[in-house]
């Protein structure tokens, strides 16, 4: 199968570039190594993709909508895991506009490229935060109902409608997969977990915003099996949680840091403005339509991400 995989350079795109490679696909990757984090990061990402396999590589911003076009249709694929975009939602508080480029037009031109191309599937990477500050728990795929508290995540409920739109007017297969907190080797420097470990290494204290609430934090490899799950096994077009099913609190990950780092000191500041209290993904639609399986525990999750860490943030 032929993939274009959008922000294959990034975190997820290139742990799930690594599994197409290694279920021998054929890949192609664009990404503008964006600067939201290091672009030398990223390019490190690129190599680690190369030890799997060739695939082609197209640096190019999806905001460029006749080149975007272009590179769609010269690939020509069988499918778009479309993986692209700005993330985080502190920064979309800042710079709100900039969301609405990177999330939402960028999205609309790989759907047009994806259309006149006659691609048969896209894959959209929505996020648990569409959901908004929800009391009901877990959250099920119809309670996101257009009520997000940052710019990021109404970028996201946004972009997913207009994935809804070209499904519809290109007659491709649109599958929205809903992703929670991910974590892992490689994981985005601006993230938790991984600006956590990164600074308990160096000595430094670590901020805990708010109450620090509770997420379902989702292994990488689970993400990845789910991307491709959906894939190969989905039918038709649908909305999907992909998640651990298993929301953690901000103690328990304390709790296992602490394992690694006895010394770490805690610095604890008021709440930020858009974070959700807590995130907890029902994974039954996951299970009854793709055979959806998490497999990763948290505390392994955690152990494989220090050791990670230990091989490789001292020379990033
Ligand atoms: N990491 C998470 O916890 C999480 C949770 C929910 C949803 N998501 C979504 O999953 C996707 C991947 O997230 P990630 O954590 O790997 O982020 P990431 O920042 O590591 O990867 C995104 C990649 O997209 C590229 N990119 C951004 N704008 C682009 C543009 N205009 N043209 C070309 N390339 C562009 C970036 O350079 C980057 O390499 C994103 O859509 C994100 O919103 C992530």
């Given at each position: 199968?032929?993939?274009?995989?959008?922000?294959?350079a990034?975190?997820?795109?290139?742990?799930?570039?690594?599994?197409?490679?290694?279920?021998?696909?054929?890949?192609?990757?664009?990404?503008?190594?964006?600067?939201?984090?290091?672009?030398?990061?990223?390019?490190?990402?690129?190599?680690v993709?190369?030890?799997?396999?060739?695939?082609?590589?197209y640096?190019?911003?999806?905001?460029?909508?006749?080149e975007?076009?272009?590179?769609?249709?010269?690939?020509?694929?069988?499918?778009?895991?479309?993986l692209?975009?700005?993330?985080?939602?502190?920064?979309?508080?800042?710079?709100?506009?900039?969301?609405?480029?990177?999330?939402?037009?960028?999205?609309?031109?790989?759907?047009?490229?994806?259309?006149?191309?006659?691609?048969?599937?896209?894959?959209?990477?929505?996020s648990?935060?569409?959901?908004?500050?929800?009391?009901?728990?877990?959250?099920?795929?119809?309670m996101?109902?257009g009520?997000?508290?940052?710019?990021?995540?109404?970028?996201?409920?946004?972009?997913?409608s207009?994935?809804?739109?070209?499904?519809?007017?290109?007659?491709?297969?649109?599958?929205?997969?809903?992703f929670?907190?991910v974590?892992?080797p490689w994981?985005?420097?601006?993230?938790a977990?991984?600006?956590?470990?990164?600074?308990?290494?160096?000595?430094?204290?670590?901020?805990?915003?708010?109450?620090?609430?509770s997420?379902?934090?989702?292994y990488?490899?689970?993400?990845?099996?789910?991307?491709?799950?959906?894939?190969?096994?989905?039918?038709?077009?649908?909305?999907?949680?992909?998640?651990?099913?298993?929301?953690?609190?901000?103690e328990?990950?304390?709790?296992?840091?602490?394992?690694?780092?006895?010394?770490?000191?805690?610095?604890?500041?008021?709440?930020?403005?858009?974070?959700?209290?807590?995130?907890?993904?029902?994974?039954?639609?996951?299970?009854?339509?793709?055979?959806y399986?998490?497999?990763?525990?948290?505390?392994?999750?955690?152990?494989e991400t220090?050791?990670?860490?230990?091989q490789?943030?001292?020379?990033?």
């Open positions: 199968m032929k993939i274009l995989i959008t922000g294959g990034g975190f997820i795109g290139s742990h799930f570039a690594v599994k197409m490679l290694e279920e021998q696909q054929e890949v192609s990757i664009i990404d503008n190594l964006h600067p939201y984090y290091s672009p030398e990061r990223k390019k490190q990402h690129l190599e993709i190369k030890q799997s396999g060739n695939f082609d590589f640096q190019a911003d999806l905001l460029n909508r006749e975007t076009i272009g590179i769609i249709k010269r690939i020509s694929p069988d499918a778009v895991v479309h692209a975009a700005l993330p985080g939602v502190a920064y979309s508080i800042l710079r709100p506009l900039e969301y609405i480029d990177y999330d939402v037009k960028a999205t609309v031109n790989v759907l047009e490229g994806a259309g006149q191309a006659g691609v048969k599937q896209v894959i959209f990477a929505s648990s935060s569409v959901y908004g500050s929800m009391r009901n728990i877990p959250f099920k795929e119809e996101a109902t009520k997000p508290i940052s710019p990021y995540a109404a970028s996201k409920y946004a972009a997913e207009f994935c809804h739109v070209y499904g519809h007017l290109y007659g491709m297969e649109m599958k929205i997969l809903r929670f907190t974590f892992g994981g985005r420097p601006d993230m977990i991984a600006n956590f470990i990164k600074k308990l290494k160096n000595g430094e204290e670590i901020t805990v915003f708010g109450q620090g609430g997420r379902d934090y989702t990488v490899s689970d993400i990845v099996n789910g991307i491709s799950l959906a894939l190969h096994k989905l039918q038709g077009s649908s909305i999907i949680n992909i998640g651990s099913g298993r929301p953690i609190s901000m328990q990950l304390l709790y296992e840091l602490k394992r690694y780092f006895p010394d770490m000191k805690i610095r604890h500041e008021g709440d930020r403005a858009g974070d959700v209290e807590r995130t907890w993904a029902d994974l039954s639609l996951a299970r009854e339509m793709l055979g399986e998490p497999k990763v525990d948290f505390s392994k999750g955690i152990e220090v050791a990670w860490a230990d490789y943030e001292k020379i990033l």
